[in-house]
């Protein structure tokens, strides 16, 4: 059994914007301040509140559309790494973009989705607490990559050792 072809729309689509917001963060935190640097955070921002939105619409195809079992040759440590390991990916992918809104309002800096619609700030301007959600948005992303690197070596553990279809019916 396969996934549908929207899970496979929006996992492939959100892999690929989670990605391109992974390397926009990691460019443009060294930049020197500028009308370049606010331009690339700003397409950062509205692009992680398009993220969560999907995440959303993702979690709402999910709980309707069952997805495929697991193979029946993983043990049940395997089984529950694979829960987890979704679990704590779909945590992350709401919990980082929520981060960065909230490190914006804290730090008063508006967002702007696709600078057309201005989006309430989430908590009042707080240098310091704009620092801590800094911290907290910048370990969020360094715990989103450990377990997409687990997921994706997974997948791939699935497909060379194991030769099982966890990985195809995805493609």
């Known amino acids: 059994m396969h996934y549908t072809t929207t899970a496979k729309a929006l996992h492939w689509g959100m892999a690929f914007l989670i990605f391109a917001l992974l390397g926009l ?12 640097k606010l331009q690339l955070y700003s397409w950062h ?13 993702r979690l709402v195809w999910r709980t309707t559309h069952r997805p495929p079992a697991l193979p029946g040759h993983m043990t049940p440590l395997e089984r529950l790494a694979a829960h987890a390991g979704h ?8 919990a980082i973009p929520l981060s ?23 908590v009042g301007k707080d240098k310091e607490l704009g620092k801590l959600l800094q911290t ?22 699935h497909h060379f050792i194991n030769k099982d279809d966890v990985l195809r019916r995805m493609l």
């Open 136 to 157: 907290l948005h910048w370990a969020l992303n360094m715990g989103l990559i450990a377990v997409l690197l687990g997921h994706v070596g997974a997948a791939l553990k």
């Open 87 to 94: 679990g704590l990916l779909y945590l992350l992918m709401l």
């Open 100 to 122: 960065g809104w909230l490190m914006g309002s804290a730090k008063g800096i508006p967002t702007v989705w696709f600078g057309v619609l201005p989006l309430p700030d989430l």
């Open 45 to 57: 921002k509205w692009a992680g509140v398009s993220l969560w939105l999907l995440v959303l619409l």
């Open 25 to 36: 963060g990691f460019y443009m935190a060294g930049l020197p301040l500028s009308p370049y």
